[in-house]
C-alpha cells in the first residue's frame, strides 16, 4: 500500500496547534464584536473571473484554477475581498451603508511553499464598505492594533504607503495603468531597479523619474516623513492628495490614543491591483514575511457591476500570527478545563460509568469515560501518561452509598465522594 501524505504545501494541524490556530480566530471574532463587524461565510469556490478581475499577477498565477464537471471555470478563493465585493454588489446592493463584514477561513495559493507560506493558509478578514473618510481607514488600522495586542504579540509594527503617490507620480504624463500596474508588482517585491527601467522604457520625463527615485528611497518612522514626501511631490495634484490623506489618516490613528510603532515608506507597493489608497502591512522582527496586509479599495465593487462604493479591509494571516507567537515564545492566555476520566471497575459498571458521565456534562463539566475495558490501575496509568486532572472510579462499594472514588492525579490523593458533589470537588468549591 502507497504510505499517503498531505498534499505538497498542505498541513495537518494537530491538536495543539489546532487550538493555537482556533485561539487567534477566537480573538479576532471577538475584535470583530468589539468592532461591530457581522460575519458573513462566503464559498471557497469561486468563478475564476471574479477571482481573477483584479488580483494582481501574481496572484493570479498562483490559483489554483480548473473546470468544474459542469465545464465552469472556476477558483479557490486565494483571497476574501473578491467574494465579499460580489456580495455587495448583488444581495446587498440595497443595504444602508457603511457596513462592516468579518470573514475567518482558508485561502489557496499556489505558493513555493516555506516556513510561513503554505498553499492553504488562514485569514481573518474585515471589509470596512460604504465610506471614503479617513475616520474608516483608521478603524482597520485600529482593529489590526486591537488583534496583534489581544493575542499578545509583541514589538509588531505597521508599515503604511498610498498607493496614489506613485501611481499620481506616474500617472501625471499619462503612463499606461498596466505599465503602472507591472511597476507596482516589481516594486511589491522590492525590485526597484527594473520597476523604475520598466517605467524609463515606457518614455517618462527626466523629472518623473529622478521624483520616482526619490520616491522609492523615502521612508521613515514618524510622520514627519509625510512632510518630506509633500514636498517631493508637490508638483503632481494627484499624489499630493494621496500624501494629504496618508497624514490625515495615521493622525486620526494618533488622535485616537492608539500607540503603534510605524514606518511610512513613500516607494511602498503591494501585488494586489485592486487597492486606490492607504495600504498597510504588519511585520515582527522574527520574520521577512508581512502577518496582515490591507489598504482602500474604491472600485472593486463598481467593476463587479455593484453601485459605486469606496471600501477598505485588511486581511490578517492566522498561520503567520501563530508563527510569529511561536518564534516570540510568547505564553498564550488560553482557557484550559480541568480533564478527567470516568474509569468503571469492571465491566457490570459501564452503564453506570456512562450515566455519571453524561450528568456531568450536562452540569456543564467535560469528561472522558474509558472505553477500552481496561482494568482501573492500566486506565489511570493512562490517564497520567496523558497529564489528566481527574479520575473518577465508579465502585460497587461507593455507589452503594451514591458515592464514587475521586482521584486527583496531580497530588496522587484519592477521596470518596457523594456523586451529587462530584462537580464542586472537582472544580474546587468544596474542596
Ligand atoms: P495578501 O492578500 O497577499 O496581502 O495576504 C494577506 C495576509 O495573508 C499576509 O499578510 C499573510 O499573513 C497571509 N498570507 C498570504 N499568503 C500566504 C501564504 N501563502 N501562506 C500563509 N499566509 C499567507
Redesign the pocket.
Known sequence: MTEFKTVR?MRDFLPEEAKIMRYIEGKARRVAELYGYNEIITPVLEPYELLAAKAGE??RL?MYAFKDLGERMVALR??F?PSVARLVATTLRNEPKPFRLFCVGS?Y?Y?E?QQ????????SNFELMGSSKPEADAEIIMLTNSLMETVGLRNYAFKFGHIGVLRGVMGKEGLDEKVQSDAMQLMDKKQYDEALRLVKEAGVSNKCMATLRKLVELKGDNLGIIEEMKLLVKDYEEALKATENLQEILKLVQASGCKINMTIEAGFA???EYYTGIIF??NVPEMD??????GRYDRLIELFGGEPTPAVG????????MLALQLQKARLKIKEEKTVIVIPVNEELKGEALKISQMLREANMPVEVEVSGRKVAKALEDANRRKMDYAIIVGEKELKEDSVVIRNLREREQKVVKIGTIVETIKGKSD
Open positions: 504545501g501574481e496572484v498562483r486565494p483571497e475581498t485561502l495559493r505558493d511553499p510561513g507560506r503554505y498553499r492553504e493558509f488562514w485569514q503591494r501585488g494586489l502591512e504588519v514575511k508581512a502577518l496582515a496586509g490591507g485588511i486581511a490578517h494571516g492566522i498561520d503567520r500570527i
